[in-house]
């Protein structure tokens, strides 16, 4: 069972991700420090660059984008130890290591879907065992929580 804490701090990454430009993916992050609101992330164009994500080919997108975690980090402005991520996505091995960086020590995300371990397993694998060689604790929200305590 999980908290409404943790429901409220999911929800809060989604909404956050929602303010993405990008027309195909929208991911938010929050960092929280107890029950206290760090800072927030969502992935887009770096501040001053040509918002063109839905003109943009795909590997001109990747190379433009910040994603929602390193967002999240450096708008924090703060020491991020034993901090806590909630994020809309499980972190990408370049994202794990900036998270891993800052000293946060856990990372919340949604159970992850087939279709989404179909396209990303290969890097989930790596970013997790990154985590686990680090310290940094894995929490799984379960979808069907999310879900009934969102309605």
């Given at each position: 069972m999980i908290s409404k804490w943790a429901v409220r701090f999911f929800q809060m990454a989604e909404l956050v991700g929602s303010w993405s430009k990008d027309p195909s993916t929208q991911?938010?992050?929050v960092i929280t420090k107890?029950?206290?609101i760090v800072s927030v992330g969502f992935n887009g164009y770096p501040h001053g660059v040509s918002d063109s994500a839905d003109t943009d080919d795909r590997?001109?997108?990747?190379?433009?984008?910040?994603?929602?975690?390193e967002n999240a980090i450096l708008f924090a402005k703060r020491d991020l130890a034993d901090c806590d991520i909630w994020v809309t996505h499980f972190p990408c091995p370049?994202?794990?290591?900036k998270i891993i960086q800052t000293g946060i020590s856990t990372v919340h995300c949604p159970e992850q879907t087939e279709d989404f371990l179909s396209r990303?397993?290969?890097k989930i694998q790596v970013s997790q065992e990154m985590f686990e060689q680090a310290g940094v604790s894995v929490n799984w929200?379960?979808?069907n929580e999310l879900d009934r305590k969102a309605n």
């Amino acid at each position: 069972m999980i908290s409404k804490w943790a429901v409220r701090f999911f929800q809060m990454a989604e909404l956050v991700g929602s303010w993405s430009k990008d027309p195909s993916t929208q991911v938010g992050a929050v960092i929280t420090k107890g029950n206290r609101i760090v800072s927030v992330g969502f992935n887009g164009y770096p501040h001053g660059v040509s918002d063109s994500a839905d003109t943009d080919d795909r590997e001109m997108k990747l190379l433009k984008t910040l994603h929602a975690e390193e967002n999240a980090i450096l708008f924090a402005k703060r020491d991020l130890a034993d901090c806590d991520i909630w994020v809309t996505h499980f972190p990408c091995p370049n994202c794990a290591a900036k998270i891993i960086q800052t000293g946060i020590s856990t990372v919340h995300c949604p159970e992850q879907t087939e279709d989404f371990l179909s396209r990303w397993g290969d890097k989930i694998q790596v970013s997790q065992e990154m985590f686990e060689q680090a310290g940094v604790s894995v929490n799984w929200l379960p979808l069907n929580e999310l879900d009934r305590k969102a309605n």
